[in-house]
Protein backbone atom coordinates (compact mmCIF):
# COMPACT_ATOMS: atom_id res chain seq x y z
CA UNK A 1 0.00 0.00 0.00
CA UNK A 2 2.97 2.19 0.70
CA UNK A 3 4.52 1.72 -2.87
CA UNK A 4 1.09 2.72 -4.38
CA UNK A 5 0.75 6.15 -2.49
CA UNK A 6 4.32 6.86 -3.63
CA UNK A 7 3.49 6.11 -6.77
CA UNK A 8 0.44 7.97 -7.12
CA UNK A 9 1.73 11.51 -4.89
CA UNK A 10 5.24 11.41 -7.60
CA UNK A 11 2.56 10.58 -10.96
CA UNK A 12 0.44 14.17 -9.34
CA UNK A 13 3.93 16.06 -8.94
CA UNK A 14 4.88 15.29 -11.91
CA UNK A 15 1.62 16.17 -13.40
CA UNK A 16 1.50 19.05 -11.58
CA UNK A 17 4.68 20.34 -12.99
CA UNK A 18 4.10 19.40 -16.79
CA UNK A 19 1.15 21.38 -16.68
CA UNK A 20 3.59 24.38 -15.41
CA UNK A 21 5.54 23.92 -18.96
CA UNK A 22 2.52 24.11 -21.11
CA UNK A 23 1.31 27.91 -20.11
CA UNK A 24 2.65 30.75 -22.39
CA UNK A 25 3.72 33.55 -20.95
CA UNK A 26 1.26 36.51 -21.17
CA UNK A 27 1.68 38.58 -24.45
CA UNK A 28 2.88 42.11 -24.24
CA UNK A 29 1.03 44.69 -25.77
CA UNK A 30 2.57 46.88 -27.84
CA UNK A 31 3.28 50.57 -27.01
CA UNK A 32 2.21 53.36 -29.58
CA UNK A 33 5.45 55.02 -31.31
CA UNK A 34 5.52 58.76 -29.68
CA UNK A 35 4.41 61.22 -32.40
CA UNK A 36 5.21 64.38 -33.75
CA UNK A 37 1.88 65.64 -31.49
CA UNK A 38 2.44 65.06 -28.30
CA UNK A 39 2.25 67.66 -25.82
CA UNK A 40 5.96 69.49 -25.75
CA UNK A 41 7.14 68.85 -29.33
CA UNK A 42 9.83 66.75 -28.39
CA UNK A 43 10.32 64.62 -31.53
CA UNK A 44 10.02 66.52 -35.33
CA UNK A 45 7.94 64.82 -38.07
CA UNK A 46 9.19 61.95 -40.36
CA UNK A 47 9.81 63.81 -43.86
CA UNK A 48 7.72 62.22 -46.15
CA UNK A 49 9.05 60.80 -49.51
CA UNK A 50 8.74 62.00 -52.69
CA UNK A 51 5.91 60.47 -55.06
CA UNK A 52 7.15 57.85 -57.19
CA UNK A 53 6.20 58.93 -61.20
CA UNK A 54 5.81 55.65 -63.21
CA UNK A 55 7.75 56.07 -66.97
CA UNK A 56 6.44 53.29 -69.29
CA UNK A 57 9.08 50.89 -71.05
CA UNK A 58 10.27 52.32 -74.14
CA UNK A 59 7.74 51.03 -76.74
CA UNK A 60 9.79 47.65 -78.89
CA UNK A 61 11.67 47.74 -81.91
CA UNK A 62 10.22 47.22 -84.86
CA UNK A 63 10.88 43.75 -86.10
CA UNK A 64 13.61 43.00 -88.92
CA UNK A 65 12.16 42.90 -92.29
CA UNK A 66 11.94 39.17 -93.75
CA UNK A 67 15.23 38.30 -96.08
CA UNK A 68 14.41 39.10 -99.66
CA UNK A 69 15.89 36.35 -102.22
CA UNK A 70 16.84 38.47 -105.22
CA UNK A 71 17.69 36.37 -108.08
CA UNK A 72 20.73 36.72 -110.21
CA UNK A 73 20.08 36.52 -113.84
CA UNK A 74 18.51 33.88 -115.26
CA UNK A 75 18.05 31.98 -112.01
CA UNK A 76 14.75 30.17 -111.56
CA UNK A 77 12.77 31.53 -107.89
CA UNK A 78 10.21 29.24 -106.59
CA UNK A 79 7.03 30.71 -104.05
CA UNK A 80 6.76 28.76 -101.29
CA UNK A 81 2.67 27.02 -100.73
CA UNK A 82 1.34 25.80 -97.20
CA UNK A 83 2.78 22.53 -96.44
CA UNK A 84 6.48 23.12 -98.23
CA UNK A 85 9.50 22.29 -96.26
CA UNK A 86 13.43 23.04 -97.45
CA UNK A 87 13.33 19.67 -98.33
CA UNK A 88 10.14 18.99 -100.34
CA UNK A 89 11.00 21.77 -102.40
CA UNK A 90 14.83 19.70 -103.14
CA UNK A 91 13.11 16.64 -104.39
CA UNK A 92 10.14 17.88 -105.94
CA UNK A 93 11.76 20.82 -107.99
CA UNK A 94 15.32 20.10 -108.07
CA UNK A 95 15.52 16.22 -108.43
CA UNK A 96 16.32 14.77 -104.82
CA UNK A 97 17.56 15.86 -101.38
CA UNK A 98 20.45 15.83 -101.98
CA UNK A 99 20.12 19.30 -103.96
CA UNK A 100 18.96 20.60 -100.64
CA UNK A 101 22.58 22.22 -99.40
CA UNK A 102 22.85 24.21 -102.98
CA UNK A 103 19.26 25.25 -102.35
CA UNK A 104 20.59 26.63 -98.67
CA UNK A 105 23.22 28.01 -100.48
CA UNK A 106 21.08 29.97 -103.29
CA UNK A 107 19.69 31.63 -100.53
CA UNK A 108 21.46 33.42 -97.90
CA UNK A 109 19.97 35.01 -95.21
CA UNK A 110 16.69 32.92 -94.71
CA UNK A 111 15.98 31.02 -92.04
CA UNK A 112 16.17 27.28 -93.28
CA UNK A 113 13.69 25.59 -90.64
CA UNK A 114 11.09 28.55 -90.91
CA UNK A 115 9.85 29.28 -94.13
CA UNK A 116 6.54 30.82 -94.60
CA UNK A 117 4.13 30.27 -97.61
CA UNK A 118 4.30 33.31 -100.53
CA UNK A 119 7.49 33.55 -99.70
CA UNK A 120 9.89 33.37 -102.36
CA UNK A 121 13.49 31.74 -103.10
CA UNK A 122 15.71 30.88 -105.17
CA UNK A 123 16.63 27.69 -106.98
CA UNK A 124 20.10 27.07 -108.33
Known amino acids: ?9 LASAVSLIGCNKNKRPAAKTPQPAP ?5 GGGTTPTPVPPPVVYEPPPPAPAPAPE ?3 VPSSGARTYTVKKGDTLSKIAREQLGGINQLGPLIRANPGINKDVIKPGQVINLP
Do not use: F, I, N, Q
Request: aromatic fraction near 6%; charged fraction near 20%; hydrophobic fraction near 45%.
Open 1 to 9: MRKVMTVLV
Open 35 to 39: SSDTY
Open 67 to 69: PVA
